[in-house]
């Protein structure tokens, strides 16, 4: 009976592999109780690829499974993937509420192979986990198209997590975990880990990247058991877990004014409510300096952070001590304080003090002197929201990890630069650099890049010079995907040697990432800005707020 089983279910495979032969003759990949096909595509340079799109990973947390642990999902059927999921459901910048609970699906990018008696070495995978401040963002392929990526023969996957209150609330007393998103990023991890061989890629070789909430996510993971194992690389583009705007200190008050806002009083009633007014933009949120965000990040538990972040990258090696790649733009968010205030209302810090918080601001005013508030407080601004959290973490990263740390700075002012192009026309200072998201035309193919092709513009100097900016760019990360290192012996880029920022026999060094790429030295702890933040960091975090008792002797 068994026997004759098997044979009807070869039977029922054969016959939705040629079904499907027409369309995509060569996307299909086999797994253990089932087959999935996708859609044969081409990229720029006309290199065909398949595309594997909205793969569930996970069943849907809705209904009983609001709020809970990603439950995995696993195949048993033959399906064709061609069809991107929607996105988790979020209320976004423009305060649009799009998206669907029902949303943990993941992308497979894959470049075509042709079958051949020939065994074929598998493929490095990079896994794109996307930013958004931990509220909004999807795999959308308008955004993170990956043709540039398989050109070098590396496999990507995209993917949707939970985010908001209902991947990021976290309430003890209703029995309602942290970090649920997470949660669902390592479920992903584990998916690719099972199944990334049905589609050519290699699960020795799983690099991880993330960027600004994504990326500080990726950071998380390297602490995680729930990811032990997981992974091989990390790239860390602009955020870690020690931003300010990454980890909740104030879970008790946030909880507490979500439930006045949301009006129940336990997690029966909670999975009750809509799914729009649980994530919405009115929930409670905190003033970071010159950034409003939301109160849903990761927080305390006893997994992704049983220690907070601060102590846990300064006292604690990692769990998964993995090569990493972390950096940021020139001058990520410098060129928007202009339309922002910096205020000191509401710290998300242990030090949650309103008298301290005064005393700051005159300790900083008394600081600014004569020079201008605008100029002081645009660039105190850049180290209190995001430099000084991520030179923080590189340097207690740098005395604890015993794997590499690659640390990049990506400058190139162009035409593909995505942030600068799509969200922030109407608020960008004049100064030149490249700004928090720029770097991702340079990896990805959104359609500000496809604009430029599709207008014929491909030969302008400056279009050029950009193509050979993203090509370096991209050939960079996906050498880390393969080696571990984006410089290795057998394929330097430009004779350019990127030597570790770790690495204790030569002193700290980064790559710019500009018309050339050049190795520099810089010592950004010795910064007029960095060093005033740290004071005032470490009254925040510390207790250590005896300057402001001698701050007017002092200086």
Not at 134 to 155: K, Q, Y
Not at 375 to 402: C, M, T, V, W
Not at 538 to 544: G, P
Request: charged share 20%; net charge positive.
């Amino acid at each position: 009976m068994k026997t004759y089983l098997s044979f009807c279910v070869t039977l029922l495979m054969a016959a939705f592999i040629h079904s499907v032969a027409a369309r995509s003759p060569k996307c299909i990949a086999k797994f253990d109780n089932g087959i999935g096909a996708g859609v044969l595509r081409e990229t720029f340079t006309k290199k065909l690829y398949c595309a594997y799109l909205g793969i569930p990973y996970a069943q849907p947390p809705i209904g009983e499974l609001r709020f809970e642990d990603p439950v995995p999902l696993y195949f048993d059927a033959s399906v064709t993937f061609d069809n991107v999921s929607h996105p988790c459901v979020q209320h976004t910048i423009a305060w649009k509420k799009l998206g669907n609970e029902d949303c943990l699906y993941l992308n497979v990018y894959t470049p075509y192979v042709r079958v051949s008696k020939r065994p074929r070495p598998s493929m490095p995978v990079l896994v794109w986990i996307h930013g958004g401040s931990f509220t909004e963002g999807s795999s959308e392929t308008d955004i993170f198209g990956s043709e540039f990526i398989l050109d070098e023969e590396v496999i990507m996957v995209t993917f949707n997590y939970r985010l908001s209150a209902l991947g990021f609330l976290g309430i003890e007393d209703l029995n309602i975990a942290s970090n649920l998103g997470l949660k669902d990023q390592s479920e992903v991890f584990r998916w690719v880990k099972r199944n990334i061989r049905s589609f050519g890629g290699d699960p020795k070789r799983v690099t991880i990247v993330g960027w600004s909430s994504g990326s500080a996510a990726a950071t998380y993971h390297m602490y995680a058991h729930s990811s032990k194992k997981l992974f091989s690389h990390v790239i860390a583009m602009s955020g870690t877990m020690t931003q300010p705007w990454a980890y909740s200190f104030l879970t008790q008050w946030c909880s507490n004014e979500f439930l006045k806002y949301i009006d129940v009083t336990n997690k029966d009633e909670l999975k009750m409510k809509p799914a729009g007014l649980i994530v919405s933009n009115d929930g409670p949120k905190f003033h970071y300096f010159t950034l409003t965000h939301s109160c849903y990040m990761p927080s305390a538990d006893n997994d992704y952070a049983r220690r907070n972040p601060y102590d846990a990258v300064r006292m604690m090696r990692p769990i998964n001590d993995v090569p990493l790649m972390i950096g940021s733009t020139a001058v990520e968010h410098d060129n928007l304080y202009d339309s922002r205030n910096f205020s000191m209302d509401q710290f998300n810090y242990p030090n949650n003090n309103v008298t301290i918080y005064e005393r700051i601001r005159d300790y900083l005013e008394y600081r600014r002197a004569n020079r201008s508030a605008r100029i002081f407080y645009r660039k105190l601004g850049s180290y209190a929201d995001f430099q000084f959290g991520l030179q923080y973490f590189i340097e207690k990263a740098s005395q604890r990890f015993k794997s590499p740390i690659y640390r990049y700075r990506f400058s190139f002012d162009g035409p593909f630069a995505y942030a600068k192009n799509e969200y922030y026309r109407n608020e960008i200072h004049p100064m030149s650099g490249a700004m928090h998201g720029d770097d991702l035309g340079y990896l990805f193919t959104p359609y500000n890049y496809r604009n430029v092709v599709t207008s014929g513009k491909v030969n302008e100097p400056l279009v050029k010079q950009s193509l050979k900016v993203l090509r370096r760019m991209v050939r960079l990360w996906t050498n880390f995907a393969k080696y571990g290192n984006p410089t290795p012996a057998n394929s330097k880029i430009h004779q350019t040697t990127w030597p570790p920022y770790n690495d204790l026999n030569q002193p700290r060094q980064y790559l710019n990432i500009d018309r050339q790429l050049r190795v520099q030295r810089k010592d950004i702890s010795n910064k007029y800005y960095y060093q005033m933040w740290k004071t005032v960091f470490n009254c925040l975090y510390y207790y250590k707020c005896e300057f402001l008792n001698k701050a007017y002797n002092k200086y």
